[in-house]
């Protein structure tokens, strides 16, 4: 899951960055609104944009109504200062779809984000299978055959990439560009080096393979059997 974060204050993104981090998520962080738009409009898709309202340049609900305009539907978490209630009225007709009030605990911020990535995928069971392999995005539990997978969370985020998108071969770059940052460097190799882990993990102990290999092309996440 990608989130972009849109917040000025420098500490307050890093921190939020980190937490949403160890979180298995993968964060963008813009620190302007102009920046934050050109990131929201851009290629790479996101789950969730978390934006602060007052931002130099472009403010947060200018920012919403415009990824709105571009046809975007990303769920917007605005965040506001203590008592700007104007802005929440203003955050949400811009078209946000949640709001929190500055200063929050971290434990209600996971909860929101994660209200809100499961909100547009409807009736969808939220716990993603392919075979016997089950992974829950919300309590970040996988299970194969009926074992507990314990992933790192970069294994985890890259696993759920692949069974998001299942039956489809992944370039490694097309991994790097959904599971890492996007100020990330990272190369093919590490990449490879992830998947060899995961296939140890939760291939290699069981018969049927569900990591394929398509050489010269990249991964694909599919079930034979
Ligand atoms: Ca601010």
């Avoid at 993968?26 to 934050?36: L, P, R, S």
């Avoid at 996971?110 to 209200?115: E, N």
């Avoid at 696993?159 to 991994?175: F, G, T």
Wanted: net charge negative; with cysteine; aromatic share 8%.
């Amino acid at each position: 899951m990608r989130i972009l974060l849109i917040e000025d204050e420098h500490k307050l993104a890093n921190a939020i960055k980190r937490a949403l981090e160890l979180q298995k998520y993968a964060v963008d962080v813009a620190y302007e609104g102009e920046d934050g738009l050109i990131l929201a409009i851009g290629e790479e898709a996101y789950d969730l944009i978390i934006s602060d309202i007052m931002l130099p340049g472009i403010d947060g609900i200018e920012l919403c109504q415009k990824i709105r305009q571009e046809g975007i539907h990303t769920p917007v978490l605005m965040l506001t200062a203590k008592g700007q209630i104007q802005d929440k009225v203003a955050g949400l007709d811009g078209g946000a779809d949640d709001y929190m009030v500055k200063p929050f605990s971290f434990d209600e911020l996971f909860a929101r984000v994660r209200a809100l990535i499961r909100r547009p995928k409807g009736e969808r069971d939220p716990v993603l299978s392919i075979g016997d392999l089950y992974l829950d995005p919300i309590s970040f539990k996988v299970t194969r055959a009926g074992e507990p997978i314990e992933l790192s969370t970069r294994e985890f985020a890259l696993v759920e990439y692949l069974m998001r998108n299942p039956n489809k071969v992944h370039s490694k770059e097309q991994l790097i560009a959904h599971v890492w940052d996007y100020d990330a460097n990272v190369l093919p190799g590490t990449v490879e080096v992830h998947i060899k882990n995961i296939r140890d993990k939760l291939d290699t102990p069981f018969p049927n393979k569900l990591i394929h290999t398509v050489r010269g092309f990249g991964y694909e996440m599919r079930d034979k059997s």
